[in-house]
């Protein structure tokens, strides 16, 4: 089997391409601070950063129609903006945030009409599981989930009607409205419904938005709130 990527729902065998996953299996730096304290050996870690967006390299290959294909392949990569779903044969089950930066160097064998190059990524540091994308459904109050994974995930939860939702210790209330429900998206910290901005109908207890730890989290609502849905939005490394 030969072996390709997906971007932004554009899978490289439309271009003739096909990748070698060797750096696929690559995992990102989590930044630290660093503090050196005077008359003490070693550097005290400080405040815990983020993890750092990672590069990911695709060794590729074209075999037949070179050049129609790299101009085409080009094109697809250079007309998207901003971060788009990246996926590879190599993880079936998972699938990346990632930009394509530009620049390409080819080997071409123009006898053979064939030619091999890196296609590089730029990469936000989660590998978000497919499973993570599925939604969970609550229309009865308590009920629990559980993260399969050993990080901390901001989840997507929509929520019919209003009252008081309740996610492990957090407590978060809906306000009454016209709107049939409100999007709670954790990872971006927004509320809405569309593209109608939601923010002025949620308020947070603990003036956060929820997560999801590892392991079982409890999911409870009261008031008029007839369904929630969850995306959990499981990661790893």
């Not at 390709?4 to 750096?23: N, P, Q, R």
């Not at 123009?110 to 730029?122: L, N, P, R, S, Y």
């Not at 901390?152 to 008081?164: A, D, K, L, N, Q």
Request: aromatic share 14%; net charge neutral.
């Amino acid at each position: 089997m030969r072996n390709y990527f997906t971007f932004d729902d554009k899978a490289s065998t439309l271009y003739g391409v096909y990748i070698t996953g060797t750096g696929t299996y690559n995992a990102p730096e989590r930044a630290y601070e660093t503090i050196n304290v005077p008359g003490r050996d070693g550097a005290v870690l400080g405040i815990e950063k983020h993890f750092e967006n990672i590069e990911l390299v695709y060794p590729a290959f074209i075999y037949s129609n070179f050049k129609g294909n790299l101009s085409n392949l080009k094109g697809m990569l250079m007309s998207k903006v901003g971060y788009k779903k990246l996926s590879d044969t190599y993880h079936p089950d998972e699938y990346r945030l990632a930009f394509y930066r530009g620049g390409m160097e080819v080997e071409a064998r123009t006898q053979h009409d064939a030619g091999q190059f890196d296609i590089v990524f730029e990469c936000k540091p989660q590998r978000y599981l497919v499973s993570g994308d599925t939604v969970t459904t609550f229309t009865t109050s308590p009920g629990s989930i559980s993260n399969p994974t050993s990080f901390t995930s901001r989840p997507i939860i929509r929520v019919y009607g209003y009252g008081t939702l309740t996610v492990n210790s957090n407590s978060i209330t809906i306000s009454q409205s016209t709107n049939s429900y409100v999007d709670i998206d954790s990872e971006v910290m927004d509320c809405y419904k569309g593209s109608v901005n939601m923010n002025g109908l949620v308020s947070f207890q603990a003036n956060d938005f929820p997560t999801l730890i590892p392991g079982s989290n409890s999911i409870a609502f009261s008031g008029n709130i007839t369904k929630v849905e969850v995306t959990p939005k499981w990661w790893k490394v």
